[in-house]
């Protein structure tokens, strides 16, 4: 052991640390150098001593973690997190590097996982979770004390808050960082800082106990077995790299006996152990790891700086500020260095620490704020960092296919997120496409599909791409449905299927599906849909699964997908929604009433796009001249080309029934509007009706809010009729029932874009109403003339044609387009 006088006594060198902590992984290289043993023991999993030797592997990069999970359910897994800054990956490599047996003497997978799994009948446990099954602090472990009230209550301690209040300090990160991480290594003694650690943790131990926290217990058993085990094998030349808080008890004399009773009778799971890539954002506190760290990334910088840290680290927050296109001059950097090494010396701290730079920084380089000091925390002080684990490195066939098709795919996993642009006419995205639905229906969220800009066609995708450790867990656990993405995606959705518990839940199935070109699933998702839609009879059920359903013939016909099937389908829920709705409508409460707004405005949606299916072949029409084929059997047969029409006249029933709220009879009015099918003056009619003073004001303003509500602003302000009937409604409503109304119309006109809500302000200040016509050909109207100006408007008919796509078409008079050009 380390001795006072510089040398070692008898007995193991027992080196505690601080998990993740730079200072004590120089402490440990510098220890194992000055006492060259012949093995060294590490806290770990055993199980993982086969894959040692990976470590030494080129391929491999920390930060990596040792992944372990039952395999029998892969759900229930642990890690064991290593930084390069990690004492334990810094003995590990020095290990490998003199050819010296490397072991891990902590506590068997097999039994934590089981540990966990016991638990999980209360609450969950650490070990459940994704961060360090120990759920250690900052200091190597979290010991427990007792309640002083005298009942065991199992309260923990931070022994570095302890310690750190002890010297006056009231943050523990910041005295760490004066005591270890900037002190340089002891010239005399190597084994100083672990003789003052052990005897600080063994004065902790006396005060606090273990506060009979049983796992600390066991584990600590286990390992002085295996310490003993190595002594009999190697003597004295042997080195422990552990936890802190662990020292005391394997310094302690305990017997055989009494540590075997111990281990006697343990749960037992069968684990399998392999390397996974890990982040510096995963190694900090925010992230939930109970051995986790403020700032990985700078305890990563302090590490690897071979000189100047502070200067270094300056010139990384100036690059950073550069690439973001902020100013920063070599100047900035100088005077930012001079101002963290002025406000250590004020603050009495051998050397800038974080807390000094950051101010540094904000001062200097942020010009006092915190916003682009944000920026500095995240991609430095935290970092991105993902680890890569060498391809020999175990693992499931599933991740290997993954893998595969990652390599194939020339798509990358990364830690920082990231957009990525597919464009499905093209086999690489294309297949990128079909990679990422897979996993999503997996329940692998490696992407998460965002809206595409500049384009609305089905063609296009967009996805935020990001990669955490956390997925080679789902992807273990995904490994049940089969060997290769394909085979487990087909299966999941076969079996999802036949477990759905609602319509909607198949029909958004039958999209992803589609989206994930599933030729083998597909079939049995249909059956169960055409299954379950026969016999569903709620029509707000059916109307939530029909856009699911038109949306999925409009991705099947871009990727050349035989859609017969779900059309037939689709058609059929249709008819079924149609007779359904109008007495479904009747007799509703607001909230039921909004909600089944909703639902019209999404069946008239998808009437219209199943409408392009019957008489186009297939659904996308956003992108003009574009060439893509239609699908094999994409049209819905020759007795659905009427939907629309069916589809008109319920939506004429809901608009003249009594019995139905108030916002569904004004949304079906304006959609029939917006369809042509009903004029400017019948609209005003119908709305002058529902305006009258025997209407109740709130029926008038729900009227309202479902007639001019999501972007019917602009009605208002090309109709002064309607602008006006509405004026002069809400300027005659009583005092005592505008209290009522005034949430509906704020909520409706509230929704209306700035310049909409400015134009509507001005046109009720001058009066609307007093002009007859639109306010864009109202004669009067400043800029404009009293009657359209043809020879203008043949003028950009040539454009217009051109936008339109309609080069090639045979002119048959261009008075629409005029028209629309005036």
Known sequence: MAGTDGGRGAGPLLLGVR??????????????????????????????????????????????????????????????PLAEFSPEWVAIRWALEHEVPARFIDLPATHTLAWGKDDAEGEMTEEEQP???????????????????????????????????????????????????????????????????????????????????????????????????????????????????????????????????????????????????WTHRRLSRASGYGAGIDSPGWYGHLFGAPDRPVERWMTKVAGLFRDEDRIVSPAHVIEAVRLAETLAVMRGRPLPGLGETTDAVRAVMCEGSDVPLSLVHDRLVVGDVLGEVPPGAPAVPLQRDLDRSQRRLRIKPEALERELELDLRKETDAGRSRLLHRLRLLRIEWGERAASRGSTGTFRETWRLRWEPELAVRVAEAGVWGTTVLAAANAKAEADAIGAQSLAEVTALAEHCLLAELPDALPVVMKVLADRAALDTDVGHLAQALPALVRSLRYGDVRGTDTGALTEVAAGLAERVFVGLPPACAALDTDAAEEMRRHVDAVHGAVALL??????????????????????????????????????????TLSARDTVPGVIRGRAVRLLLDEGELGPDEAARLMGLVLSPGTPPADAAAWIEGFVGGGGGLLLVHDERLLG?????????????????LPLLRRTFSSY?????????????RGPGKQVGTAATAAGIPGFGAELDAGRADAVVPVLRLLLGLDGVVDNGDNELVGVAG
Do not use: N
């Not at 060259?36 to 592997?57: S, Y």
């Not at 874009?753 to 200040?765: I, N, Y």
């Open 19 to 80: 998990h993740h902590g730079p200072g004590s992984a120089r402490a440990v290289r510098a220890a194992l150098d000055a006492a060259r043993p012949r093995v060294v023991l590490i806290e770990g999993p055993p199980e993982a001593d086969v894959l040692i030797p990976l470590a030494a592997d080129e391929d491999m990069r920390p930060p990596v973690a040792l992944l372990a999970h039952a395999v029998d359910e892969p759900g229930r897994s642990a890690f064991w």
């Open 131 to 277: 961060p360090d099954p120990t759920a250690e602090t900052p200091s190597g472990e979290s010991p427990s004390a007792p309640d002083p009230s005298g009942t065991d209550t199992d309260i923990r301690v931070d022994p570095l808050a302890v310690l750190a209040e002890a010297a006056g300090y009231d943050d523990p990160e910041r005295w760490w960082e004066d005591v270890v991480e900037h002190r340089g290594v002891g010239e005399r003694d190597a084994f100083a800082p672990f003789t003052a650690l052990e005897e600080a943790m063994g004065a902790l131990r006396e005060t606090y106990g273990v506060g009979g926290h049983e796992r600390d217990l066991v584990r600590e058993a286990y390992m002085r077995l295996q310490v003993r085990a190595a002594q009999r094998e190697f003597e004295d030349d042997v080195a422990v790299v552990c936890g802190a808080w662990h020292v005391p008890a394997l310094r302690q004399k305990a017997g055989v006996a009494a540590d075997r009773a111990l281990l006697k009778g343990l749960p037992k799971v069968k684990a399998d152990l392999t390397w996974v890539p």
């Open 611 to 652: 409408g392009d299916a019957s008489g186009h072949g297939h659904g996308d029409t956003s992108a003009p001249g574009r060439g893509d084929a239609p699908g094999p059997a994409s049209g819905p047969g020759p007795g659905h080309g009427d939907l629309r029409d069916r589809w008109r006249a319920v939506l004429r």
């Open 725 to 741: 009937l509405v004026d002069a409604w809400l300027t005659g409503v009583p005092a005592e029932a505008f209290t009522d109304v």
């Open 753 to 765: 874009e700035p310049g909409v809500r400015r134009t509507l302000g001005e046109l009720v200040r």
